[in-house]
């Protein structure tokens, strides 16, 4: 979706732009283009951090992992500083790559014949 969004608005950008000078043509709705844009990219940052945030506390309360610094914000900041390193360390967290060899393209990335993670009885898939 992030790719649809970063083509259409380059296409809708590049007609607002006058070819001789590079610069905006007077009257068109370029700002108000690229303020969507800007608007959108920001909304959807905030929104990876949150998910990545409320995911990693979820998987850290069920599985009893206290937390070791930044007492109460560390999930935040786990998720707002690297959120790659995040969503590695929590897809490690709840599977047995040790065990089970990773399996692109799967439900959980890991073989079908692999057991699911359960929390109190509930079946992470």
């Known amino acids: 979706f992030a790719m649809v969004w970063s083509q ?3 296409n809708l950008l590049k007609g607002c732009i006058d070819p001789n000078t590079g610069l905006p043509i007077e009257g068109s709705p370029f700002w108000s ?3 969507v844009n ?8 905030v929104f990876s951090i949150y998910v990545i945030f409320k995911t990693r506390q ?3 309360e069920r599985s009893g992992i206290p937390e070791k610094s930044c007492q109460g914000c560390e999930d935040c900041c786990c998720a707002f500083w690297c959120g790659c390193c995040t969503v590695t360390q929590m897809a ?6 040790e065990t089970y060899v990773a399996q692109c393209c799967s439900e959980t ?5 692999a057991p699911q993670l359960q929390f ?6």
């Open 8 to 10: 259409l608005i380059s």
């Open 33 to 35: 283009i690229y303020s």
């Open 38 to 45: 800007i608007a959108f990219s920001l909304a959807l940052g």
């Open 58 to 60: 979820h998987i850290r």
């Open 92 to 97: 490690r967290q709840t599977a047995e790559y």
């Open 109 to 113: 990335g890991l073989p079908v014949s």
């Open 120 to 125: 109190g009885g509930t079946e992470i898939v």
